[in-house]
């Protein structure tokens, strides 16, 4: 379909974070095939079905480049605080983790949440692949992330049998808009027979790879010196006689040293060293601040200048009250109290869009010529009157409440 | 109305936080008489009309402890980031400030606001008195506080006058639930003479007392040293070809040594000393969290153990994106990033509530015999059967959406 879509203000989501007023975005074949002025633009292309938003910012899509729908149903299921107290909740109440009875409608719940927030393209970690179909057949942009879990030497090859059939599975619905992929849990959670078998795989797929990656204190401790939480943990929940890390930090990164594309997500405790070998190899790191607070009590220090890409997820709802990403957006602008509010404003809609899309090696993520035509609408009529212009990125953030529109292809899917 | 409320669970809000499962809570004109088991006390008073709501959490309606409903329309007018750009902003525009022609609308909306979130008590400042009948005719439980501000010595008495009468009017409504009462603005904004006769008035008053009290850096310099931001501000905007302040910090103070009960706002810039003369008095600090961060980028420290009674409110919108208690609530939840959160969630709660009512001297927010029946009800099911009930507050302050029922005196006002 062709189209010219038009809107008071634009956010481009380019480096400099340019705002143009009276967009005009034309669409064919779900890409972006030129941007301008949204009269000049009807004029020129006459014959274009054409509508303008009065009111109303259109911007990419929204970037959710990190969740878990397979957790959609554990909003109030787990203790927060500690990460430690946390992993304990949901090891001790495994039976409620999926509640399979309710699951597909908490799913649709939550693909509905984030349609509604704006987001058009997820990075979703499916760790059994019950969310495979709702996601492959949902509106959104989908990279599917098969996730590889088990640290136990006896179960790697039922483990391994088990992912190579969900990822053969999930192949089978690949489009433009599903994208299977693979994940690594985490280095403390992952053996590294089973993990060296995945990352091979990863090595011949076109798609990026997502691992969680120094969450904790406890995961450094751990892989560091072996000891800590994870010690207890191996040693009681899983009777292990005398555990040991299967890598140092180092030796896991070196997994990812010809990967093409990977998201590290969370990092809270990576220090300079891993953070520059991130940076190094045009990888990404995925922050959710609202997971981390109530996990971690901390959020990724956003002002140092070692980061890589940053893009921004919500985490599942295991680890989060709801998949809303302006809640995020904002949840972080308030979160990162000292941080200039003008400039965190556009970084944070950057890691939520262009970021997003690059940390997904996705051609969506900002308002230009050649970009999938993935574009949200929020209609926000006192944006385009205000005092202070280089606030609006500010304002939109604090009064966005819910899309007006989404297109994932030019296709309207809200 | 007679009549017994119930609910699977009910926060008491008393000092240790007790939750008690199944409550009921006896009403009788206005007041509660009797707390204890929903279903003993059916069977104790068989006469009295009763409801159970099942899958809801009962406590006290949420006392929003500082708000300018005056400034229901500027949620988007000024700018955020810095507190000099922020009064530099609302000076420049005071022609949109208050918006005549929609401000009636907007403050409808806001009490609306205020009630959805579960508000049933406000602090509400009233610089013009063009809140008052709309306030007074509100379900909302009132403390009104006309606001004494200005600081050209040629236009005191006028100001003062203007001062008087808007009091007296704002008394022609007086109420168990509209109670009229005195603020000073602030120590950089009030002449001294003006404010003297007004701390004269405040003594005479039952009600307490309220200012705005170091809020910016720029304040606390100005009081200090007569320099900084508003040197610039009293020279370049007011002409005034020497200004000095009108009090050290301890000559202001000094001003409330023999009110009875009186509220600072803000207090971002409080030392020690300043914050052990509102506890040794008794008073109280309003902390406004969202607004503080847009305004001043901190959060008041809620670790210092000098801090008086601690109450919260949402500011005006002239400062924040809504008045929504629940996301002011959960925003400090995000904003406090390294306190416990378990506890810090309860401690938001009592601010929120029994500290509320402290603040403004009003005989709710507890769930207690002899207490007013303002109350809400939330429908959260999920909390009933939270698998570690230590984190039932946690989990109300992240899921709670809006209040399923608000009752002031007991009369079901949402």
Same mark, same amino acid.
């Given at each position: 379909?062709?189209?010219?879509?038009?809107?008071?203000?634009?956010?481009?989501?380019?480096?400099?974070?340019?705002?143009?007023?009276?967009?005009?975005?034309?669409?064919?074949?779900?890409?972006?095939?030129?941007?301008?002025?949204?009269?000049?633009?009807?004029?020129?292309?006459?014959?274009?079905?054409?509508?303008?938003?009065?009111?109303? #910012?259109?911007? =990419?899509?929204?970037?959710?480049?990190?969740?878990?729908?397979?957790?959609?149903?554990?909003?109030?299921?787990? *203790?927060?605080?500690?990460?430690?107290?946390?992993?304990?909740?949901?090891?001790?109440?495994?039976?409620?983790?999926?509640?399979?009875?309710?699951?597909?409608?908490?799913?649709?719940?939550?693909?509905?949440?984030?349609?509604?927030?704006?987001?058009?393209?997820?990075?979703?970690?499916? !760790?059994?692949?019950?969310?495979?179909?709702?996601?492959?057949?949902? =509106?959104?942009?989908? #990279?599917?992330?098969?996730?590889?879990?088990?640290?136990? &030497?006896?179960?790697?090859? *039922?483990?391994?049998?088990?992912?190579?059939?969900?990822?053969?599975?999930?192949? !089978?619905?690949? !489009?433009?808009?599903?994208? &299977?992929?693979?994940?690594?849990?985490?280095?403390?959670?992952?053996?590294?027979?089973?993990?060296?078998? #995945?990352?091979?795989?990863?090595?011949?797929?076109?798609? =990026?790879?997502?691992?969680?990656?120094?969450?904790?204190?406890?995961?450094?401790?751990?892989?560091?010196?072996?000891?800590?939480?994870?010690?207890?943990?191996? *040693?009681?929940?899983?009777?292990? %006689?005398? %555990?040991? %890390?299967?890598?140092?930090? *180092?030796?896991?990164?070196?997994?990812?040293?010809?990967?093409?594309?990977?998201?590290?997500?969370?990092?809270?405790?990576?220090?300079?060293?891993?953070?520059?070998?991130?940076?190094?190899? /045009?990888?990404?790191?995925?922050?959710? %601040?609202?997971?981390?607070?109530?996990?971690?009590?901390?959020?990724?220090?956003?002002?140092?200048?070692?980061?890589?890409?940053?893009?921004?997820?919500?985490?599942?709802?295991?680890?989060?009250?709801?998949?809303?990403?302006?809640?995020?957006?904002? /949840?972080?602008?308030?979160?990162?109290?000292?941080?200039?509010?003008?400039?965190?404003?556009?970084?944070?809609?950057?890691?939520? /869009?262009?970021?997003?899309?690059?940390?997904?090696?996705?051609?969506?993520?900002?308002?230009?010529?050649?970009?999938?035509?993935?574009?949200?609408?929020?209609?926000?009529?006192?944006?385009?009157?205000?005092?202070? &212009?280089?606030?609006?990125?500010?304002?939109?953030?604090?009064?966005?409440?819910?899309?007006?529109?989404?297109?994932?292809?030019?296709?309207?899917?809200?």
């Amino acid at each position: 379909m062709r189209q010219i879509l038009g809107a008071s203000l634009g956010f481009m989501c380019d480096e400099s974070f340019s705002i143009q007023r009276n967009i005009g975005v034309v669409v064919k074949k779900g890409k972006i095939t030129q941007v301008g002025e949204y009269q000049a633009l009807c004029r020129e292309f006459s014959d274009l079905k054409h509508e303008f938003f009065d009111g109303c #910012v259109l911007l =990419p899509a929204f970037v959710n480049a990190h969740l878990h729908f397979e957790f959609s149903g554990n909003a109030v299921s787990f *203790t927060y605080g500690d990460f430690g107290a946390w992993l304990d909740s949901v090891i001790a109440n495994r039976d409620v983790l999926l509640g399979m009875d309710t699951l597909d409608k908490h799913i649709c719940d939550c693909i509905d949440e984030c349609l509604r927030s704006g987001v058009g393209i997820v990075g979703a970690v499916s !760790s059994y692949g019950y969310d495979l179909k709702m996601l492959a057949q949902s =509106p959104l942009r989908v #990279v599917f992330f098969n996730e590889a879990i088990g640290s136990n &030497p006896s179960a790697i090859d *039922t483990l391994y049998r088990n992912f190579c059939v969900r990822l053969e599975e999930s192949q !089978s619905y690949a !489009s433009s808009s599903f994208i &299977p992929a693979v994940a690594l849990h985490s280095p403390y959670s992952l053996h590294h027979i089973f993990a060296k078998r #995945v990352v091979e795989i990863a090595r011949g797929l076109d798609s =990026p790879m997502s691992v969680h990656f120094l969450e904790s204190i406890y995961e450094r401790e751990w892989l560091e010196n072996a000891s800590g939480y994870f010690y207890k943990f191996f *040693t009681q929940i899983f009777q292990l %006689p005398n %555990p040991k %890390p299967f890598y140092t930090i *180092t030796n896991f990164l070196e997994f990812f040293s010809d990967i093409k594309n990977a998201i590290f997500v969370h990092c809270l405790q990576a220090r300079d060293k891993e953070l520059e070998f991130l940076k190094q190899n /045009t990888f990404s790191i995925v922050t959710c %601040p609202r997971s981390n607070r109530l996990l971690c009590n901390d959020y990724l220090d956003l002002q140092n200048p070692n980061l890589p890409n940053v893009a921004l997820g919500t985490d599942g709802k295991s680890s989060n009250n709801n998949l809303n990403m302006l809640e995020e957006l904002r /949840t972080a602008l308030f979160g990162y109290k000292s941080n200039d509010l003008e400039s965190l404003a556009k970084k944070l809609l950057l890691f939520a /869009t262009s970021n997003g899309a690059k940390a997904l090696d996705i051609q969506s993520g900002e308002i230009k010529v050649g970009k999938n035509a993935d574009l949200a609408l929020f209609h926000i009529p006192e944006l385009s009157s205000l005092h202070n &212009p280089s606030q609006i990125p500010l304002h939109f953030i604090l009064q966005a409440k819910s899309a007006h529109r989404v297109y994932i292809d030019g296709i309207r899917v809200l």
